[in-house]
């Protein structure tokens, strides 16, 4: 417990913080010790603040004096409700945060006042925090314990670095596993969502171990489905494991559950496959050591009827019966399950257990899968985004985890589009980056024909599994499929450095139909348009790095280009990178940097064939063709074919633009010159001028920050762009050495973005938004309006074979004639779809998605 105070006694008291007597100072908390500062060192502020309160007649106090103190973590749990509460309330989770004065680490509790601080990632860890309340909250079930609550405080900067040397003042905050401050619930949650398993209380050692079978009855699955109802003791059962489900967190404040989890595992034998539920305290003993592919051995299980809505996935096996009438319930107790696991060497034929038969299909082949289709893919990631949040309901503090990748395989010039869930793999999830061998397992196939461009992409299902390490020794291994794909990276040679992948940025997917009343009937939303009086709220409700989709009417009445900040983006970035990588340690210290980043890149290769370094062989010796437009999405024109550098692009003298703008200007260029003078960055209503001094309110939300540009991916410096580009963590890990600014790797995007005014219908309020153009079908020269909305709908994924898309302006060329065809809406009554993203800190985005005009509304 946090804050241990000791027992209250009569006049001035220092209890729990000056005890002379050691064994009284473990009274507070069994095995704990409070530590107190050395005489002749600096006085501790945390333990200066808690001899307040214990003087203090009230229970809160305003530090005399406030200091700043580093926030080490933030950690996130479920409290039960208190007895005096008696209507049940919805879920409520609290929050420890572990702060360092410089002398001791205190773990204290948040008052759920300030929970809005970490909803929005401004309390953080890394970040330099005055607190100006505190209160102490007393245990009353035991004696003397009492834990310090954070009731006020002020987020300041992050820290350039801090040091974990420092102990806790309290040595029962080190105890293993770490319990909460409050509730009796015993471990803590991921900090952003409930699939992850966080923290030490889930073990990873579970072995297999032989057993002797001679005194083991074992029942087949086929025979306890036909007599499981008139038995009461079960014989064991000996399965392997066909798949394996993300977990589900089913904790409420009203259910007094230890470790509220559920799993499920789909086994089998040779006479049929049934779905295992594991329950509760057996899922952080055994989830992360089950594994597909294992065979079990179960004893003392529990049966029970099916649960009668709940989809069982295809047996691998189409000839082995799906049995759906009951399940098999592993739990620590009543009865308490034994699970052994057996080693594969002696797993003998005559048990006919089933093999893994993996459903890998190519991407040559995906355009013929039919809608719901299963299947597993391998790749090469290309792309990979941000880490990004969405709502499982309203008006709830439950979130999925997910983000959007590419993969590529090398049968398509068109990669896999992959909605990446969190599934219960934060090692994996938190860890991929552009240039990895991947393997996702049972995917679903999404796609719409009937919409222009077509819809097709991939998406995670509750047992899809992921693989990025260790493959040599997988079931699927063995696959032709994967063979072929094994070989095809095996015989590229060439060693041309990568300049085609592309890491995090905003990524506006799946695209919104072409007409609005399909967009109407494929949203599911309680309210199809938000007023934009409503549009303030939707924003402020968002919390950390969720993203929300919205409709809203009203009349563009301002359009202003802004131009790609080429002078920041092209500088040397190599040479500024090779800066930041020299830590500012010893020679020595730097020394061991360097051979530790060795034996990492040793490691990352280990799983030869399909190393890192024979991914950016395979990726290069691609055809141009083909590397342009295996990016394909958001991002597939942005990418240049890799062409040598120019002395003035390497010093940074020449706007950083793609080679196909480059081509473009270079055979135009006294005509692209002469046309630069005339274009107009900005266009501007009459109505703008006659009602933008009158409105009740202007929402400004068109700034685009530096971690929504997608950024071309540096192998060398993939930690600092995958920690970039993740989630913000719960434990403050130290940067190793100088990190890079994120302005330092170079844009995948040069035209810059647009900042567009939509004024509401009631010419009341007006919001401005950005939009960014990331790839455009045709030649805007046209300057039809329809083409503007092409161009201004991200769905433009794939592009349309046509004779303009070999003749593609210039960027300001390109703004001009964005601007030339906005203005024609002039007055025009538009729908517009925007993202609404808050990427934590007070930093929030909107962008302009598509715009829906007369012509294709209906």
């Known amino acids: 417990m946090s804050g241990e105070l000791g027992q209250p006694q009569a006049g001035p008291s220092h209890a729990g913080l000056d005890f002379p007597n050691p064994e009284r100072n473990r009274a507070g908390v069994p095995g704990g010790v409070i530590r107190r500062a050395g005489a002749h060192g600096r006085r501790s502020w945390i333990q200066k603040v808690l001899e307040q309160i214990t003087d203090s007649p009230l229970q809160w106090v305003t530090p005399s004096e406030v200091v700043p103190v580093a926030v080490l973590a933030v950690q996130r749990y479920l409290l039960e409700d208190e007895p005096r509460d008696t209507i049940p309330k919805p879920p409520l989770y609290c929050y420890d945060v572990t702060i360092s004065d410089g002398v001791y680490q205190e773990k204290c509790y948040l008052d759920p006042s300030l929970n809005f601080l970490v909803y929005k990632n401004i309390l953080k ?18 004696l003397g314990q009492g834990i310090l609550c954070i009731d006020n405080v002020h987020c300041g900067e992050t820290l350039e670095a801090i040091s974990l040397e420092t102990p806790f003042r309290n040595s029962a905050h080190e105890e293993v596993p770490e319990r909460p401050l409050r509730g009796g619930k015993s471990h803590y949650l991921a900090l952003w969502n409930n699939e992850d398993p966080y923290g030490d209380i889930w073990l990873t050692n579970k072995q297999p171990e032989e057993h002797n079978f001679n005194n ?42 230890i470790e509220p989890y559920q799993t499920f595992l789909e086994v089998a034998d040779s006479s049929g496959t049934v779905s295992v539920i594991m329950w509760n305290a057996l899922c952080p003993e055994w989830y992360k050591s089950l594994r597909v592919g294992l065979v079990l051995l179960l004893q003392d299980y529990s049966v029970k009827k099916s649960y009668p809505f709940r989809m069982q996935p295809l047996p691998v096996d189409p000839q082995i019966k799906l049995i759906s009438t009951m399940e098999i319930c592993l739990n620590l107790r009543d009865p308490p399950t034994n699970i052994i ?70 049968t398509s010039e068109q990669p896999f589009i992959v909605e990446l869930f969190s599934t219960s793999q934060p090692e994996i999830f938190e860890n991929i980056y552009p240039m990895t061998y991947f393997v996702c397992t049972q995917l679903k196939v999404v796609r719409n024909d009937t919409q222009v461009p077509k819809l097709l992409y991939l998406t995670t299902t509750n047992e899809s599994r992921v693989f990025i390490t260790g493959h040599r020794g997988q079931p699927y291994t063995n696959d032709t499929k994967v063979k072929n794909f094994i070989h095809w990276i095996k015989t590229r040679t060439d060693s041309e450095e990568v300049k085609n992948t592309v890491i995090g940025g905003y990524y506006p997917y799946p695209p919104v139909p072409e007409t609005f009343s399909k967009y109407s009937s494929s949203v599911k939303v309680e309210s199809l348009l938000t007023a934009i009086s409503e549009v303030r709220k939707e924003i402020e409700d968002l919390q950390y790095r969720e993203q929300k989709r919205i409709a809203i009417q009203g009349i563009i009445t301002v359009i202003k280009y802004i131009p790609h900040a080429s002078a920041t983006e092209s500088a040397s970035a190599s040479e500024t990178l ?236 390109l703004a001009g004639d964005i601007i030339k065809a906005v203005s024609k809406l002039d007055r025009v009554h538009i729908v517009g779809i925007l993202d609404i993203c808050n990427l934590g800190n007070n930093k929030v985005e909107v962008y302009l998605h598509r715009i829906y005009s007369p012509t294709n509304t209906s």
């Open 341 to 410: 696991i057996i080693p594969e060497k002696q797993v003998k034929p005559e048990w006919r257990l089933p093999k893994l038969n993996h459903r890998f299909i190519t991407r040559s082949e995906l355009d013929d899968m039919p809608e719901n289709h299963i299947c597993d893919v391998i790749g090469i990631l290309v792309f990979v985004g941000r880490v990004q949040r969405s709502k499982k309901k309203e008006n709830r503090e439950d979130f999925w985890s997910y983000r959007w990748i590419h993969i590529a395989d090398g």
């Open 216 to 257: 083991t009855k074992i029942i087949s699955l086929s025979h306890l489905e036909m007599t499981w109802a008139n038995r009461r003791n079960f014989p064991a059962l000996l399965v392997r494991i066909l798949h394996k489900s993300k977990l589900r967190y089913y904790g409420k404040p009203d259910k007094k559950m």
């Open 578 to 813: 090779r800066n930041a990588n020299r830590p500012s340690t010893s020679q020595a210290a730097r020394r061991e940097n360097q051979s530790q980043e060795r034996d990492n890149n040793k490691r990352h290769q280990d799983d030869d064939p399909m190393s890192s370094q024979c991914f950016q062989t395979a990726y290069t010796s691609l055809s141009p063709t083909k590397k342009k437009r295996i990016l394909q999405g958001p991002y597939a024109k942005l990418v240049p074919v890799p062409q040598p550098e120019t002395s003035a692009q390497t010093k940074g003298n020449k706007p950083d633009m793609p080679s196909i703008f480059q081509r473009r200007e270079s055979a135009s260029t006294s005509t692209a010159g002469k046309a630069r003078k005339t274009i107009s960055d900005k266009w501007e209503s009459q109505l703008w001028r006659e009602k933008k001094f009158g409105l009740i309110d202007h929402l400004h939300y068109s700034h685009v920050y530096p971690e929504s540009i997608p950024r071309k991916f540096i192998f060398e410096q993939r930690k600092f762009l995958t920690e970039q580009f993740n989630s913000q963590p719960a434990k403050y890990i130290p940067p190793e050495g100088r990190p890079p600014n994120l302005h330092d790797f170079k844009s995948a995007r040069s035209l810059g973005h647009f900042e567009v005014t939509i004024l509401g219908l009631n010419h009341e309020i007006a919001i401005d938004v950005a939009f960014l153009p990331m790839y455009c079908p045709e030649d805007l020269r046209t300057s039809q309006i329809d083409t503007l909305l092409t161009c201004m709908n991200y769905s433009c994924v794939y592009p349309q074979d046509g004779p303009g898309n070999d003749t593609v302006a210039g960027p300001r060329a």
């Open 125 to 142: 860890v890394g970040i330099e925090m005055k607190i100006s309340r505190v209160s102490c909250l007393y245990n009353e079930k035991r």
